[in-house]
């Protein structure tokens, strides 16, 4: 079966963005006169949770903060926290519309290879769409978000990674079979969610996962534009090809 799409993850995969959503997070959190500063050392813990609103509930629901805090914040906590991760968003398009994100090595040129070529291309994230609408827009222009067919992102799905729904609605939205694609990843969390929808991943590490374990991968690189040498192409949609018919 030859490769019909590829299915991108978001964060630390098209971009490196984690460093922007912890400056995003910290400035929300100052905004709300909340003591919390999450530095890097605290922040790659915090990744394990995927999902903004998850990630803080978990930050809150082990401990990290004195009870004072919770107290200033609205008495109903689920909607303390979606406040919150409002703010967040918001500083989040604000700092990807300053210019503070582009897209890794290889990635743009595999989207013009892929689009010039037939080959369809879709989301699937954690992340809001606005932050996906932000990255794409600031990193390729006006008519970025139109390059994938389908996004499926964030809160569209009942469970986040590492539950495979989010590549699932990827799959029925592009009404393809898992076999005729193939998954881009940066995480182990990413890499499992990819795995239970039955596709084939390759990784590509990123800052906030370089530790992390990827078994299961069909390749693992440092850097996409590393694939044509790894494979023997001359391209990279012809060495994700090449990955594709060799799983
Ligand atoms: C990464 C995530 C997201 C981001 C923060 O998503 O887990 O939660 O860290 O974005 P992916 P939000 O790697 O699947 O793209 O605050 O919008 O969740
Ligand atoms: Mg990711």
């Given amino acids: 079966?030859?490769?019909?799409?590829?299915?991108?993850?978001?964060?630390?995969?098209?971009?490196?963005t984690e460093e922007v959503h912890r400056a995003a997070f910290n400035r929300a959190f100052r905004d709300a006169n909340l003591s919390w500063h999450w530095d890097q050392a605290l922040y790659v813990r915090l990744l394990s949770v995927t999902g903004g609103k998850e990630r803080i509930r978990h930050f809150i629901d082990t401990g990290g903060i004195d009870p004072a805090a919770l107290r200033s914040l609205d008495e109903d906590l689920n909607w303390a926290i979606a406040t919150l991760h409002s703010s967040k968003t918001a500083h989040?398009?604000?700092?990807?519309?300053?210019?503070?994100?582009?897209?890794?090595?290889?990635?743009?040129?595999?989207?013009?290879?892929?689009?010039?070529?037939?080959?369809?291309?879709?989301?699937?994230?954690?992340?809001?769409?606005?932050?996906i609408e932000a990255l794409l827009h600031s990193a390729l222009g006006p008519q970025g978000a139109g390059?994938?067919?389908?996004?499926?992102?964030g809160d569209s799905v009942a469970r986040k990674k590492p539950a495979p729904d989010i590549y699932l609605s990827a799959l029925e939205q592009l009404g393809l079979s898992p076999g005729v694609c193939l998954a881009l990843e940066d995480s182990n969390n990413g890499l499992r969610a990819a795995l239970g929808a039955g596709l084939a991943t390759l990784v590509v590490r990123s800052a906030y996962t370089r530790e992390q374990?990827?078994?299961g991968a069909?390749?693992?690189?440092?850097?996409?534009?590393?694939?044509?040498?790894?494979?023997?192409?001359?391209?990279?949609?012809?060495?994700?090809?090449?990955?594709h018919r060799s799983q």
């Fill in 1 to 16: 079966m030859s490769l019909e799409a590829i299915i991108f993850d978001v964060d630390g995969t098209l971009s490196e």
């Fill in 92 to 131: 989040y398009g604000r700092l990807t519309a300053q210019g503070a994100l582009q897209l890794r090595p290889g990635f743009e040129t595999l989207l013009d290879e892929a689009r010039a070529n037939g080959v369809r291309l879709a989301i699937a994230t954690t992340t809001s769409l606005p932050n």
């Fill in 147 to 153: 390059c994938f067919e389908v996004i499926a992102a």
């Fill in 213 to 215: 374990d990827f078994h």
């Fill in 218 to 243: 069909a390749l693992v690189l440092d850097e996409l534009e590393q694939a044509p040498r790894a494979l023997g192409t001359a391209s990279i949609l012809a060495a994700l090809r090449e990955l």
